[in-house]
Every structure is written in C-alpha cells, then in structure tokens.
C-alpha cells in the first residue's frame, strides 16, 4: 500500500475545497488518513490506483466525487520539436523510453516534493522497484536538445545528484546511496543506459540515479520527462501519470519524438458496458441516465448510447481499468459506501475453526513457545529462491505463474523453508540468534495443503540444536515419528535426516549446506526443518519405496 503526504494548502489551492470537506469525503473513494499533521495529512491508497500517488491526482478525483468538475479530463498535447534517439546496443539493457516536455510550471516546495513523491510512488507500484520503470525529471532550460538515450562505457563520469564531485558510473553504483540500492539491476551488464544532450552532458544514469546539472528546484520552469524500462506498457502509463499530474499543476504537456515515435497519447481508451450487468454484479436499480452520471463523477467521459449501453472514455491514467467490473466499482463508489442501507442477511449461521485453521493455529502455539518468532512471507516465489539457492532441482509439480509480473514471482510456493532463508538474509544485520517460523499453504500441482517450517540463525546453530527443537515440536503434537538418512542437498551430509511419520515422509531437518547460506548472501551457521502439517490428519506426502 502506498501512503501519500497530502500537504493541506496545496490540496485547497488544487481542488477549491476546505481540508476539513476532503477529510470528511476522501475515504468514501477508498483511502483511509493515516495520521493528520499541522499542515499535511497521510493518507494510503491501494497500489491498484497509482494516479492518486499525488496531491494533483488526489485533486483531480475528489474534484469529480464532490461534483465540482465532472467528466472526462481533457489534456492538449502540442509538438515540442524536441527529439530523442535510442541507441540499439540498449535492446538487451533497458530498450525501452518514453519522453515529454512539460512547459509554465511554476514550482514550490510543496508541488515539487508532490512530484518527487509520486516518482517514487510510481518506481515501487508501477516500476517494482525500478526494475520494470525508472522515471527522472529535468531542467529542460539547462541542457540542449535533441537528446540521446546510450549504452555507455561504465567508466563514463559525471555529477551524481546530490553530490558536488565527479564520478564513473562504477563509482556511483559502489559509492552513491542510490547505486548501492539498485546497481543489481544494470550491475551485470557491460555497458549502462545513459541519457545525454547534444552537447554530451549527462541527464541521468537510469535507473539508477539522474545527474547534478538538470537537478529540479523552485527556479525551474520547464521539464524534460524520461521513463526508461523493461516493459514498454509500464514505461509508458508511468509516463503518463507524471505527465497529467504536472498537468494539473497547471503545466502545458508537449511531445517528444523518440526514433519516430511521438509521445505520450493523452488519448482516452473507448469500452462500451450494458447497465444491466452493472446493476446484477453490485445490487443496484440504476437506469442508463445515473450510471451515466455517477461515471463522470469518477471523472469518466460516459454518454448514453441506448436503455443498455453506455460508452465509456477511460482517462489515460486510469491503468488499473482492465475489464468492465473495473469500471462498476468506480459506480459504486460513486454512488457512496455511505448511502448503502445496512440490512440483515435472509439466513443465519454460526461458524466454527476449520480443521486446517486448527492445525496451523496448534504449530504456531507450539513454535512460539519454543522461542520462535511468527513470519508471514509471501505465496509467490521465484527458481532462484525456492530451488537454485536451496540446491534442489525443480520438481515436476512445481505451478508457474503463466504471465508473472516480476523476476521475482514466477511461481507459487512449494516449500516455506527457502522463504525463511530470504527472511534472514534481509535481516542478517539485526542481533543474533534469529529463530523464524512460519505456517501456511504451499501448492503442489493442484493439491494445496499447509506446511510448517523453522530456521534459526547463530554461530553455533547445528543439527543437534534442530534435531532437540523438532523432537520438542513433534512432542507437543503427540505425534510419533522415526527418521532416517535424508539426501536432501540443502543440508549438510551427515547432519540431516528425513521424518517418517506411520512410514510416509513428512519432512526433513538439519544443517543448512555452506553453500546454501552463501547463496543467500549470509555468513552465519543455520539449521532448521519443515513439517508436512497433514500428519495430523493422518496424511503425509508420499509412501515410501
């Protein structure tokens, strides 16, 4: 979830309105405050929605939903006469950019932190984390046109932003705050992405770190807009987004040709929906005329085409419109959760704990009585985490993710215990022991079912440590089981062992394989285990040869 600082003055100037009426209505479009300051408030939105990353798209929507400018915002695009070429050993780095010139801005500090927020906003949301997105923003009034995007030599230098000296871009990457961040996303290439001028000066090194000479300050009026990435549908609603709330701030948006290409269409995208499958999925009674009305309060260009269809112009910021419900959620929400008439169910139940729920609800009891502190990690994973770290090869039942949004989330968890070990390397700075444990569902083919896993971390973590904890836990299931030699390569030879359980395997314990902990970037001895949780239903994994 992102949460946006919404300074109070600069919301008022934007939307007309007193904070106090944008307080009382704001979480009535699906925000909730956060915390209320002097002269700001946070406030959080969900990811889904990265145009309200900002003061001006927070004052463009709640000008709609408070009915004081409805309907389809309009953004004229004007030729800048400014150009860009891309040079082709970037195909395998970064290929893809998109640009713009936003000219008349008048800045304050407020407006340019507003900016400087929603691009970071926009790096974790949109960009995961820069990977798939990176966004800068310059002084166009201090560098020349046309402009240059380069595969350079990393011995390339220039002045980093915020810094006062002159640096290789191998420098940055080990010196900078920044580099140190993200050099693991062009670290492995030979050559970096630069963008330069006609004069040669440096305008950035994305995506990691824009430079010195194009630095954004109260005095600048003019902006050149770059969004450099790995997917070209990222890239260019990111560059949207940046374009229509500086847009709001009063800016006047002119393209760019990039190798041929002009850019960015402010165009709306056309959807034709039927009233009455609006009205079946959310309950209501609406007739084409207040559907109608209730979309250009969400600040959707909508018009009436018969008794069952209205056409919809989607504003092209609005990237989270991927099917019609889409659109019938924002008819709900402007229709207002507040006018919705609480009423008793027809029927009535009582519910208990599902089985499931008590089994894990038994371990976690156990594991935290054992000193053990509760992780929730992700369902998601990817090869290098769950298999190539941990020295296992990938099984056949192993379910893929057919279309994954990162590197990171290819696949969905088959095993908690690889994920714990992510855990501690993430907190390896922190004080030792480290003892983690975690429970929840792992999938294997189309059979879910619920797994237990527990590592802990100090420098005289061994098998007998783990092997003394897993008898405990076993113990406080009552559960009986044997072990015999596992082969299981995430483990150190000789200090590992596989639990049976009524002659199933169940699971594995023991000392974690130097390599293991190396692969996960730690230097400390670890040991730990995992537990098939459908021992207590008198299931386990697999019978044994």
Known sequence: MAIITLPYKYLESLTGVSKDIIIDRL?????????????????????DRPDMFSTEGVARAMRGFLEIETGLEKYDVRPSGISFSVDEGLKEIRPYIASAVIRGLNFTEES????????????????????????????????????SYIASERSRKFVPLDFDRSMTMDEILKEHPKGKDYAHLVNKFDRFPLIVDSEDNVLSFPPIINGELTKVTTETGNILLDCT?????????????????????????????????????????????????????????????????MLEKMRFGAEPLDEENVRVLIPCYRADIMHDWDIFEDVAIAYGFDNLKAELPDTFTIGKEHVLQKNMGTARTIMAGLGFIEMMPFTLSNERIMYENMQRSIPDYALFVLHPISEEQTLVRTDILPLLMETLKINQHRELPQKL?????????????????????????????????????????GVEYTVRESEDQAFIDGRRADVFVKDRLAGVFGEIHPQVIQNFEMDQPVSGFELDLRILNGQCSRNTE
């Not at 709001?248 to 709306?268: C, R």
């Open 112 to 147: 340019i932190q507003s900016l400087m927020g929603l691009q970071e906003a926009l790096h974790w949301a949109v960009g995961r984390g820069r990977a798939k997105v990176a966004i800068g923003v310059h002084d166009l009034d201090r560098v020349k046109p046309p402009f």
């Open 27 to 47: 979480p009535m479009i699906a925000a909730d405050i956060e915390r209320y300051e002097d002269d700001h408030f946070d406030v959080e939105f969900f990811p």
């Open 437 to 477: 444990f975690a429970t929840g569902d792992v999938v294997h083919g189309r059979e879910t079912f619920q797994k237990v896993a527990g590592v802990t971390m100090h420098t005289d973590a061994d098998f007998s440590e783990i092997y003394a904890i897993f008898d405990a836990f076993m113990h406080e299931l």
């Open 229 to 293: 990435g790995t997917d070209k549908k990222a890239v260019m609603i990111a560059a949207n987004i940046i374009c229509t709330a500086l847009a709001e701030a009063g800016g006047k948006v002119e393209s760019v040709d990039v190798s041929g290409e002009i850019m960015p269409s402010l165009e709306p995208a056309e959807r034709t929906v039927k009233v009455s499958e609006c009205n079946r999925l959310i309950g209501f009674n609406l007739s084409v005329e207040s559907m109608t009305e």
